[in-house]
């Protein structure tokens, strides 16, 4: 009985079938020439939103613009608006050494060659002819050569103008010859990084110098106390042996063409044409067939030293064979 009246009242009640649309083909999407309409619009549509859209970009493009050109009018192109305590560099200048390792071995620090081996060496006397071709050409890179200053203690350079670097002082450490790594005793050179408006606070007294400085160096400042006091406004710079088998194996250790680098290079001002003065470390007789690992250091009141962090100090090792 029920069953005979649930099968009536399912043919009573009516059945819809909703019917997928037929797919409009991709070219009469692109063009439908029935109504007229390309990828669903019409000129009209198009022309709106159009009008809309180049409005919209335009005042976009302006407004960046305008803001550009309000934080530019904020900065100096030579000055940087954080200096010193307030930039990212801070106040503690760090160490650089030249000739580094090839670009494939960029991590690595160690500089290795056959003394007898011209093929061996010219690759590190190759990267010293990159380094120091703008002291030997100075002025070409930059177009200022008429702005560079013979300068010297107490002659200090005008404003504007930058003091020069003297390549012939370097010898024995010189491109005619090889650098002298050709006689397994390399030249290797030494650069402190530029910070702006950053002065240097010397060691001038020979009574007030740090323990921990080398006894070659507090020797060294002595006799120019002495000899040349007018010479005390120096960064002065020490390179030894890391360790006590270094400190026998790195041999005499000659400074060219002074052992520091003039305080009359500083303030860095970002002048143009400017290059940064440079000490060529002479090693005359490092042992051969070991690594000597080698610590340089930068000295002055207001350089610290932190062997971890490579503060105010740079590493590398030597290894002739």
């Known amino acids: 009985m029920s069953?005979?009246?649930?099968?009536?009242?399912?043919?009573?009640?009516?059945?819809?079938?909703?019917?997928?649309?037929?797919?409009?083909p991709f070219s009469k999407f692109l063009y439908n020439s029935d109504k007229g309409t390309v990828m669903g619009r019409n000129g009209q549509?198009?022309?709106?939103?159009?009008?809309?859209?180049?409005?919209?970009?335009?005042?976009?493009?302006?407004?960046?613009?305008?803001?550009?050109?309000?934080?530019?009018q904020t900065l100096d192109p030579r000055i940087p608006k954080w200096q010193l305590h307030e930039s990212l560099i801070g106040t503690n200048p760090g160490l650089g050494f030249r000739p580094l390792p090839p670009e494939d071995n960029v991590e690595s620090t160690l500089i290795w060659y056959r003394g007898t081996n011209k093929e061996d060496f010219k690759v590190w006397t190759d990267a010293l002819d990159e380094f120091l071709f703008p002291y030997k050409t100075p002025g070409s890179i930059s177009g200022h050569g008429q702005n560079i200053y013979?300068?010297?203690?107490?002659?200090?350079?005008p404003r504007g103008q930058v003091c020069d670097v003297d390549i012939k002082a370097w010898a024995p450490c010189v491109q005619e010859n090889f650098y002298n790594y050709h006689h397994s005793a390399p030249c290797i050179f030494l650069k402190l990084n530029k910070i702006f408006g950053w002065i240097p606070d010397y060691y001038r007294d020979p009574n007030n110098l740090p323990s921990n400085m080398p006894k070659d160096l507090v020797d060294h400042i002595n006799n120019t106390a002495v000899t040349a006091p007018h010479t005390l406004n120096t960064i002065w710079v020490s390179c030894e042996g890391e360790n006590p088998a270094d400190l026998e194996n790195i041999g005499p250790v000659k400074y060219y063409p002074r052992r520091g680098?003039?305080?009359?290079?500083?303030?860095?001002?970002?002048?143009?044409?400017?290059l940064s003065p440079l000490v060529a470390v002479h090693f005359?007789?490092?042992?051969?067939?070991?690594?000597?690992?080698?610590e340089c250091k930068a000295w002055a009141k207001n350089?610290?030293?932190?062997?971890?962090?490579?503060?105010?100090?740079?590493?590398f090792e030597l290894m002739i064979d």
């Not at 069953?3 to 409009?24: A, C």
């Not at 013979?150 to 350079?157: A, K, T």
């Not at 005359?284 to 080698?294: A, D, H, Q």
């Open 284 to 294: 005359e007789r490092p042992v051969r067939g070991i690594i000597i690992n080698v």
């Open 150 to 157: 013979n300068c010297d203690y107490g002659q200090e350079p």
């Open 45 to 72: 549509s198009w022309a709106k939103i159009g009008i809309f859209y180049t409005i919209f970009y335009g005042v976009l493009a302006a407004l960046v613009a305008v803001c550009m050109w309000v934080f530019l």
């Open 261 to 274: 680098f003039p305080g009359y290079y500083y303030p860095y001002e970002n002048s143009e044409g400017y």
């Open 303 to 315: 350089i610290k030293h932190d062997r971890a962090d490579r503060i105010g100090s740079v590493h």
């Open 3 to 24: 069953k005979g009246i649930t099968n009536s009242l399912e043919m009573d009640e009516p059945f819809y079938v909703r019917r997928k649309p037929d797919p409009i």
